[in-house]
């Protein structure tokens, strides 16, 4: 067997997995009353015999003391699931330098790329005390992906390699391993997501919920109680790892709540069992508790200003950067100004599959998208916006990546009117109106309906810009801020003509990491919906590819899927990178924007520069914040 490289960096980085009898554990302050009235056990019982060991001093950071409370603004009920972002408690992780590292695994075996083999920490325990094992992940293989109740679809995608499971063996409490036919190079990627699978499950918990371990009397009387249809309704609504809305559910991430769902505001508070200590053996988190108080997004800054946050950065754009520098001495905070990790800050999506024929066939044409892109003056933009602190530049990978590419980043992104009127003027786009807007064929007026979930000033601004710059060259903009649910149903649907989101979540993307965002995979992808649709559901819904790009650009995520080393990996990437700064199927204004980020000034451990993305790196994940503390 070989133990991959990705085991010997793990004592390089976010720890080292060492006995926690070579540390000294120090009891926790705020649990100690707790122990003493014998309701916890104590520290040296609480934490794993191999707990993962974060030495601060290694990584730059001040050792911290436990205790206090950080408040955030969350802007609705359910961005309580964020904390299971933020906390970023994984099987495994990304450190500082976007490598994956074992987390909650003390160690992971990988051949060939198709055969994992994880190693849990003996003595490892949920929030609520009751043992971590390898019954945990067999519950939820055997019991629910692999039961028809609740798991109607079958098991994840993520789990199947050409339409096929992985032999799942349970080695012994401690060792379970993962056996497909071909490679699997998404597995460990996905365990790592901001949004990870979690193909375990507290199964102590969940079974009395599960009609193979509870009679069938008292379970219908339960499922009566809670006015469920059955039982399986009543055990998805409880198996909630993600969401993190219900009370009791038995969590590993470093906070728990205890508030039940849908409230004004949430109290989390530390997990007495967290797997993650100091070098000097203090439990993390160091933070006691956590306080989200929900807030409308556009009075956050102000209230921050008051002093009411001692950390945020969701809900905050750089258009607020004046407010919340004024509000700094009476906040006592500080403002740093991160970095978005997205590939773009704010892309425009033509949708190829837009149920208007005549529209989608414009959309489906390169020259028209890349009239469009040529028509936009990013330099304004940037100027205007974001201070000229923004890097101009189409949809690419930034800088840090090793797929970085400046040609990349500036293919169709210079601003040419003139060119962009030939491009369309070849489309026999050549008649206009009395106002100057370039007519259809059919004879309508050639407007683009935009539509944005409407949470971002920055966007409404630049599609203002757009606007003026488009009408230019005869194409008329039309500006509409919906809903993000229904800005989401409606692309995936076929009736958003033209969605503003972000642009690839991944903007750092490394050989390794899955490129999802670059061919139709997915309906998520604002530029296919459908196209990802028939992929996502192996074609029962949506349609199959219809370009000789799109079905490009599946061939080489095939390729990539099946590729057994990290150069053929790259040569997918490398080939889906440069078919898109030819095609141009979205429409990026700027990348590694400024992003707004306060933090008391009595929190340490907070960097004073960073990147802000969701993939890779979950938000404020990445950078731990079960390490930041108060220093009073």
Do not use: C
């Not at 040569?571 to 199927?585: G, T, Y």
Request: aromatic share 10%; hydrophobic share 40%; charged share 25%.
């Amino acid at each position: 067997m070989i133990r991959h490289a990705f085991i010997a960096l793990f004592a390089l980085g976010l720890g080292a997995p060492v006995s926690a009898a070579e540390i000294t554990l120090q009891e926790t302050p705020s649990l100690a009353e707790r122990v003493a009235a014998g309701e916890l056990p104590p520290v040296a019982e609480r934490v794993p015999q191999e707990p993962l060991v974060v030495d601060l001093a290694l990584k730059g950071r001040e050792f911290g003391r436990p205790g206090g409370t950080l408040r955030m603004f969350i802007t609705k009920p359910r961005d309580i699931r964020y904390m299971v972002v933020y906390g970023y408690a994984r099987l495994v992780g990304y450190d500082h330098d976007y490598k994956l590292k074992p987390d909650i695994l003390r160690a992971v075996d990988q051949e060939e790329g198709r055969i994992f083999t994880f190693h849990l920490r003996k003595g490892h325990r949920w929030s609520d005390g009751h043992p971590f094992t390898t019954e945990d992940f067999r519950y939820w293989w055997e019991d629910v992906a692999n039961n028809k109740m609740l798991s109607p679809g079958g098991v994840p995608e993520l789990m199947l390699v050409d339409g096929k499971p992985p032999q799942v063996t349970v080695i012994d409490e401690t060792t379970i391993r993962y056996a497909w036919d071909r490679p699997n190079p998404r597995f460990l990627h996905a365990l790592a997501a901001a949004r990870p699978p979690f193909i375990y499950r507290p199964a102590h918990w969940m079974k009395q919920f599960h009609a193979d371990y509870r009679p069938k009397a008292e379970l219908d009387a339960l499922v009566a109680e809670n006015g469920m249809r059955n039982w399986a309704q009543l055990h998805n609504a409880r198996d909630n790892m993600y969401k993190f809305d219900v009370v009791g559910l038995p969590t590993l991430q470093p906070w728990y709540p205890t508030t039940g769902k849908n409230a004004q505001g949430y109290d989390l508070v530390r997990n007495p069992f967290y797997h993650r200590i100091d070098a000097r053996g203090v439990q993390l988190p160091y933070i006691d508790r956590v306080e989200l108080t929900i807030a409308a997004g556009g009075l956050i800054p102000q209230k921050i200003g008051l002093g009411e946050a001692d950390l945020q950065v969701r809900s905050l754009t750089f258009t607020d950067a004046p407010v919340l520098k004024q509000g700094e001495r009476q906040g006592n905070y500080t403002t740093y100004l991160w970095s978005n990790g997205a590939a773009s800050e704010i892309a425009l999506y033509p949708n190829q599959n837009y149920e208007d024929p005549a529209f989608r066939a414009l959309f489906r044409d390169a020259r028209f998208r890349r009239a469009l892109s040529v028509a936009i003056s990013r330099k304004t933009i940037n100027k205007t916006l974001f201070f000229g602190l923004a890097k101009e530049s189409n949809m690419a990978p930034l800088k840090g990546s090793p797929f970085y590419d400046p040609k990349l980043s500036a293919a169709w992104a210079q601003y040419d009117p003139d060119l962009a009127n030939r491009l369309l003027d070849e489309l026999g786009l050549t008649a206009r109106d009395g106002d100057g807007t370039r007519l259809l064929p059919d004879g309508r007026r050639l407007e683009i309906v935009v539509e944005t979930a409407g949470e971002r000033q920055e966007e409404s601004d630049a599609l203002e810009l757009v606007a003026e710059m488009w009408a230019e060259v005869g194409v008329r903009l039309i500006f509409r801020p919906l809903d993000r649910d229904i800005l989401r149903n409606k692309a995936y649907s076929g009736q958003s003509m033209m969605p503003v989101w972000y642009g690839w979540n991944n903007g750092l993307p490394t050989p390794d990491a899955p490129p999802s965002d670059l061919a139709p995979v997915d309906q998520t992808n604002f530029s296919w919906p459908k196209w990802g649709q028939y992929t996502q559901t192996k074609g029962q819904a949506g349609e199959p590819p219809q370009t000789p790009e799109a079905k490009r650009l599946l061939e080489l995520f095939r390729a990539w899927e099946m590729a057994t080393s990290d150069e053929g990996r790259a040569a997918a990437w490398r080939e889906m990178l440069k078919i898109h700064a030819d095609q141009i199927f979205a429409i990026g204004l700027v990348n590694a924007a400024p992003q707004p980020l306060i933090a008391s000034n009595r929190l340490r451990n907070v960097p004073k520069t960073g990147i802000y993305a969701w993939e890779p790196g979950a938000h404020l994940g990445i950078h731990r914040i079960d390490e930041f503390w108060f220093a009073e």
